[in-house]
């Protein structure tokens, strides 16, 4: 009112009367913007503090978690342990019945086979008189390729044995190493878990041998039926007929006898071994007596020419008279 009363007219008392107004307007604009402002950095701090607030209620609720979890650990320890023992032990079981099946499905396997080529030699002996060139080279392909076949699944057979058992080596020193960092608050059962750990060692070295021999019995027992099959070829040749049945006979008798003794193989071995020595023996007469028959020949061509040479002189003593 003031200003406007300094205004000498109307005319620029109204005019002054419009710019105060559009001050005043323009100072209370300022203030409220002013205003707002000022709410707007209040809720800010605000929500910058409720923030820090819910990021500490969060760090609290973790650390009673994981006091939480640290405790259950030590409250629920010893049951895991336990939990993980058997499941160890039971993976051990299943891995020895396999290991067993596998040889048992072996030794059927080598029956079986051996089955069949005996079966297989008496066809032989059937078309003997027949097929002979062609039937020995058959005979001795099978059973190259069969004892080929044997030996790579043997081969197989021993790289997945060994393979598991690194697998289980390894399986066992990651338990040994966690078992050594629960010591301190375990010692008397990680002891225990110790000590039946070298249990399962030794019974897994132990079962690796058995294995071991086992294959080398049949090892053995291929060889000596190879060897056997060479006497027969070489038996086949000289055409000693009655002999080589007398052999398979004697050698279907040893079969038999060593189907009774599997089970037993420390006998199967000593059996084996004499199985060879007899086919030494029998090689060796078969040698001897093809000597003495072409002996026998000879002698009889010199009693012929001999005789003839007699008949000639009578002839001409005949004659001459």
């Known amino acids: 009112m003031l200003l406007i009363s300094c205004c000498p007219s109307n005319q620029k008392r109204n005019n002054c009367t419009i710019n105060i107004t559009i001050l005043l307007l323009h100072l209370l604009l300022l203030i409220l913007l002013l205003f707002l402002l000022l709410l707007l950095l209040l809720l800010l701090l605000l929500l910058h503090h409720l923030l820090i607030l819910l990021l500490f209620l969060l760090l609290l609720l973790l650390h009673l978690l994981l006091l939480l979890h640290l405790l259950l650990l030590l409250l629920l320890l010893p049951l895991l342990l336990l939990l993980l023992l058997l499941l160890h032990l039971l993976l051990l079981l299943l891995f020895l019945l396999l290991l067993l099946l ?29 097929l002979l060139p062609l039937l020995l080279l058959l005979l001795l392909l099978l059973h190259l390729l069969l004892l080929l076949l044997f030996l790579l699944l043997l081969l197989l057979l021993l790289h997945l044995l060994i393979l598991l058992l690194f697998l289980l080596l390894l399986l066992l020193h990651l338990l040994l190493l966690l078992h050594l960092l629960l010591l301190l608050l375990l010692l008397p059962l990680l002891l225990l878990l110790l000590l039946l750990l070298h249990l399962l060692l030794l019974l897994l070295f132990l079962l ?58 420390l006998l199967l071995l000593l059996l084996l071994l004499l199985l060879l020595l007899l086919h030494l023996l029998l090689f060796l007469l078969l040698l001897l007596l093809l000597l003495l028959h072409l002996h026998l020949l000879h002698l009889l061509h010199h009693l012929l020419l001999l005789l003839l040479f007699i008949l000639l002189l009578l002839l001409l003593a005949i004659l001459v008279v």
Do not use: C, D, G
């Open 208 to 265: 690796l041998l058995l294995l071991l021999l086992h294959l080398l019995i049949l090892l053995l027992f291929l060889l000596l039926h190879l060897l056997y099959l060479l006497l027969h070829l070489l038996l086949l040749l000289l055409l000693l007929h009655l002999l080589l049945l007398l052999l398979l006979l004697f050698q279907l008798l040893l079969l038999l006898l060593l189907l009774l003794l599997l089970l037993h193989h």
């Open 102 to 130: 596998l040889l048992h499905l072996l030794i059927l396997l080598l029956f079986l086979l051996l089955l069949l080529l005996h079966l297989l030699l008496l066809l032989h002996l059937l078309l003997l008189l027949l």
